[in-house]
C-alpha cells in the first residue's frame, strides 16, 4: 500500500481524506491544513493525524494529494516533487501555465509521477460513451452552477469550464487553432459567467458556456461527429447515442428513416448506455495508484493538466 497525505482539508480535502481511508490501495498516513481552528476540527472529527507542517507530512508519505487552494499548488508541488514524492493534484494544476510547466519539468527532473484531478474524466456517463466519440468536428458544453462562495477567488474558468476544456482536448486529435471568448463579473470580482468558442486545426469548434450564478445546475456536453450524435449529461451520469446508419434491404415497419436531398436514405438508432455506477474521486485517485505502481502515465496527465490550463488562459486573455 502507498502511504498517502493530504495538504488542505476544506470541502474537497475530507472527501479525499475519506476516501483515502476507505481504500485499499492506500495507506492514509495524515493531513495538514495551515488553517489551525478547522484542522484541530477535522482531526478530533475523524480521527486523522493532524500533522505540523508542510515537509513533516511530506517526509512521512510517498504520495503527496494536493487539495489546497490554487495559488499554493505550485509551492506544495515543488516541495513534494524535491523529496521524490509522487502527486496528485486538483485542478487547475497551478495558478499560471508557468507554473505548470515548472512542475512537469521537476516531476521529469525527480523521476516523480503525478496526476491532476479533473474528476470528470471518471465520471461514469462519460466513460460509457468515450471510445464512441471519433472525430468529434462540433462539440457544445454548458456547465451552469448555482451561486457558491466557495471557488469565486478564481475566473469561473477555472472554477468550472476548465472541467470541459479538459474533456475536449481528451477527444479532439488536433491543436488548438483560436481561441474567442467573452465573460462578465456580475457578483464576483472575476468573470461569472463565460462563453468561448475554440477552433481546431482539423476543423473541429467546440462552443463552451459556464457560468456560477445559474438559477439552476447544469453539466451537459453534445457531440456531433460524422452519422452520430452523442450528448453526456455530467449532473444526472446520463449518456444518449444517436447514430445513423445505411438504410437495410428491408428495414422493420416502424424504423425511423431519413432521405437527404440527394436521396440518400439513412436509419437513425438510439442507444442508451449502460451506466456503471461509481465514485469518479476514488476512481481518479485508485488509477492513480495503479500509474504509480506500474510506471504507467496517469489517465489525467501533468500535461493533460497543463494544457487545460493554457487553454483556459487564452479563454482568459480574452476578456
Do not use: W
Not at 10 to 39: C, M, W
Not at 91 to 113: C, F, G, M, W, Y
Not at 199 to 209: D, R
Amino acid at each position: 500500500m502507498l502511504k498517502a497525505g493530504v495538504l488542505g482539508a476544506g470541502h474537497l480535502g475530507k472527501i479525499h481524506l475519506r476516501l483515502l481511508q476507505q481504500s485499499e490501495k492506500y495507506e492514509l498516513v495524515g493531513f495538514f491544513d495551515p488553517h489551525t481552528e478547522n484542522a484541530q476540527k477535522v482531526a478530533q472529527e475523524f480521527g486523522y493525524t493532524l500533522f505540523n507542517s508542510v515537509d513533516e507530512l511530506i517526509d512521512a508519505v510517498d504520495v503527496v494529494d494536493i487539495v489546497t487552494p490554487t495559488l499554493s499548488h505550485f509551492e506544495c508541488a515543488k516541495k513534494a516533487i524535491e523529496k521524490g514524492k509522487h502527486i496528485f493534484i486538483e485542478k487547475p494544476i497551478a495558478n499560471t501555465v508557468q507554473e505548470a510547466e515548472a512542475i512537469r519539468t521537476l516531476a521529469s527532473q525527480n523521476h516523480v509521477i503525478g496526476q491532476v484531478g479533473h474528476v470528470e474524466r471518471f465520471n461514469p456517463a462519460f466513460t460509457a460513451v468515450k471510445d464512441m466519440i471519433e472525430a468529434p468536428m462540433f462539440i457544445e458544453t454548458h456547465r451552469l452552477a448555482e451561486f457558491n462562495p466557495r471557488g469565486t477567488d478564481v475566473p469561473v474558468v477555472l472554477d468550472l469550464m476548465i472541467h470541459d476544456i479538459d474533456i475536449i482536448l481528451s477527444v479532439v486529435n488536433s491543436k488548438v487553432k483560436n481561441v474567442y471568448a467573452s465573460g462578465v463579473s456580475v457578483i464576483s470580482e472575476t468573470p461569472d459567467i463565460a462563453n468561448a468558442r475554440i477552433e481546431f486545426e482539423n476543423g473541429c469548434v467546440a462552443n463552451l458556456t459556464s457560468s456560477r450564478i445559474s438559477m439552476k445546475n447544469m453539466r451537459k456536453s453534445r457531440f456531433f461527429q460524422k452519422d452520430a450524435y452523442i450528448s453526456v449529461d455530467f449532473l444526472e451520469k446520463k449518456a444518449e447515442v444517436v447514430k445513423m446508419k445505411d438504410v437495410p434491404k428491408h428495414p422493420e415497419e416502424f424504423a425511423m428513416i431519413l432521405q437527404n436531398a440527394e436521396g440518400i436514405k439513412k436509419q437513425i438508432y438510439f442507444d442508451n448506455p449502460k451506466i456503471v455506477e461509481n465514485n469518479a474521486i476514488l476512481d481518479e485517485l485508485e488509477t492513480f495508484a495503479y500509474a504509480i505502481n506500474n510506471r504507467t502515465t496517469p489517465i489525467v496527465s501533468l500535461r493533460q493538466g497543463t494544457e487545460a490550463l493554457r487553454i483556459a488562459q487564452k479563454v482568459i486573455s480574452c476578456f
